[in-house]
């Protein structure tokens, strides 16, 4: 124990000196921007380490009343941009295609990956992942998200005219079953067993990770490994990391199999990992700790954003019964009773795809975008120095009454392009933008489509809450703290 004190002791010192010595540059170039009061050493710190799952609300509250503004957490500097044409800069920009310093956090197990590396060898192994994701595997993904959604469907008439229920615990292992096939090429048997061990896992790594940002005392690695936290946190990435090497460990070997022609070996039905292994294992072009790392940023990117997406989407409907019916219309007369949503069909589900757009305009999958300056870079009034962390708060931007009329309102119809064509492109950044973008885009809104298309055909959906009722938790994504409560009337029945 006083061994851990006499290190603590150490760290406390060198941030005391990091803080004075170091960052003086850092504290001049900020001295003119806005921004809360700080305390010496923890600078704002406090505001967001005693209640992490808030850290972005209060964000949003600073960045309501300055639109840009810099925040200290511990010795590292945040400039806070909510303005679009400043994101644009930011975005485009090649000084921030590094992003933050904490996703460094993610490694030993995630390291270089599509979602917190940089540089030649990430570009090139998100070259060789997009085209597998977007690609022409897409349609036959399609056939496994309609059917695991009918399965999911079907199993929902046990909440038939009954009492309501949270609509995202219901969707979980159907969302977790799509991954499965679809991403990692395994079968999606959760709505059979109920096994959620990964996706869980991975979620709560995502909590830490956030708690971990905004504590800075947790930064130093050797404090965040001796903690109750990170001992979690690493748990957690080492179970994903070891079930995934097994997994790629038995594809490599049945793919060389079958190159050999043994006989009685079939070919598995193609997955983004299958897709991946069969192009290494003649390029050579990745070694296992790269696609494990990319495998696990694809896991969090899908499973985070579809359940979260869905869950909001489903609300949305219920409490907006007018729009509900919308839905509805467009998806009989796009797709009929019964038959499957198919590639073809995802363009002509208009009004559909805007109640999605509209529904992560008001809940950003992404409501803290950050990078790291490399370079001084000028926006507006300000330069942003070079070490510093630039975020962007799609959360703020989202809900500007510049950009957007009656902001706190859900309407899909804002999305028309009657509507959207005066507005600032980077306004509305449910993907980011930049090299930077989100890679599972396509992919990740046809899943959607499929879901919403399957559920609003099936049933009317109802709830007690309202728009103002919802109170947002966020780590690196956002949820509904209050849940997604829902009650559901087969829609022959009405
Ligand atoms: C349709 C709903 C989705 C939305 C709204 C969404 C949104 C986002 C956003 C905002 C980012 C940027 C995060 C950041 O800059 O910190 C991102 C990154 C990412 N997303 Fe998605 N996503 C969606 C679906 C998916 C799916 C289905 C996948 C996987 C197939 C995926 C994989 C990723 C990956 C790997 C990154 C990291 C890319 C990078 O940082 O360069 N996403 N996504």
């Excluded at 399965?151 to 929902?156: F, G, Q, S």
């Excluded at 467009?330 to 208009?350: H, P, R």
Aim: charge should be neutral; hydrophobic fraction near 40%; proline fraction near 6%.
């Amino acid at each position: 124990m006083s061994v851990v004190a006499m290190l603590c002791g150490i760290h406390f010192w060198k941030i005391v000196n990091d803080f004075w010595n170091c960052h003086s540059k850092l504290i001049k170039a900020v001295e003119l921007f806005p921004g809360p009061r700080t305390i010496p050493l923890l600078g704002n710190a406090l505001e967001f380490a005693t209640n992490p799952k808030n850290a972005i609300n209060v964000m949003a509250k600073f960045g309501m009343e300055y639109s840009t503004y810099r925040l200290w957490i511990g010795s590292k500097l945040f400039i806070i941009i909510t303005n679009p044409k400043d994101i644009e800069i930011v975005m485009e920009s090649p000084k921030t295609s590094k992003k933050a310093f904490f996703y460094k956090f993610m490694e030993p197990v995630v390291i270089n990956s599509m979602i917190n590396g940089h540089g030649p060898k990430m570009r090139a192994n998100r070259k060789i992942q997009e085209p597998l994701i977007n690609g022409k595997c897409l349609p036959f993904f399609m056939e496994t998200f309609n059917k695991q959604v009918r399965r999911y469907i079907n199993d929902l008439n046990s909440k038939l005219n009954q009492e309501e229920f949270d609509i995202s615990d219901e969707s979980e292992y159907c969302v977790a079953d799509m991954l499965f096939e679809t991403v990692i090429g395994i079968p999606g048997v959760g709505q059979d067993n109920g096994d959620l061990t990964i996706p869980h896992a991975l979620e709560t790594a995502l909590d830490i990770l956030f708690q971990r940002i905004v504590t800075p005392w947790l930064h130093p690695t050797f404090i965040f490994n001796l903690s109750k936290c990170g001992r979690e946190f690493n748990a957690a990435l080492e179970l994903g990391k070891d079930r995934l090497q097994q997994i790629i460990n038995e594809k490599k070997q049945l793919y060389m199999a079958l190159a050999r022609g043994d006989p009685g070996v079939e070919e598995p039905k193609p997955s983004i990992l299958d897709l991946l292994i069969q192009n290494v294992l003649e390029t050579n072009a990745m070694n296992d700790q790269e696609i494990i790392s990319d495998m696990i940023a694809i896991i969090v990117g899908f499973y985070d954003a579809v359940l979260g997406i869905f869950s909001f989407t489903i609300l949305m409907l219920a409490i907006h019964p007018d729009m509900q019916d919308k839905v509805r219309e467009e998806v009989a007369f796009v797709i009929g009773a019964d038959d499957d949503v198919v590639i073809t069909n995802i363009g002509k589900l208009n009004y559909t795809r805007m109640a999605i757009q509209e529904t992560i305009r008001l809940f950003p999958v992404g409501p803290f975008l950050s990078r790291e300056i490399t370079d001084d870079l000028q926006i507006d009034k300000y330069i942003l120095p070079k070490g510093s962390t630039v975020a962007m708060l799609p959360l703020v931007t989202h809900k500007s009454p510049k950009y957007w009329h009656e902001p706190d309102k859900f309407y899909p119809e804002r999305f028309l392009p009657k509507n959207s064509k005066n507005r600032h492109p980077f306004a509305y950044v449910p993907f980011s933008g930049g090299s930077r973008s989100c890679p599972g885009s396509k992919f990740g809104m046809s899943c959607l489509h499929v879901m919403v298309a399957h559920f609003i055909r099936k049933y009317q959906v109802m709830t007690t809450m309202s728009l103002e009722d919802i109170k947002l938790r966020t780590h690196i994504s956002v949820r509904s703290l209050n849940g997604y409560k829902v009650s559901i009337k087969n829609i022959n029945q009405l």
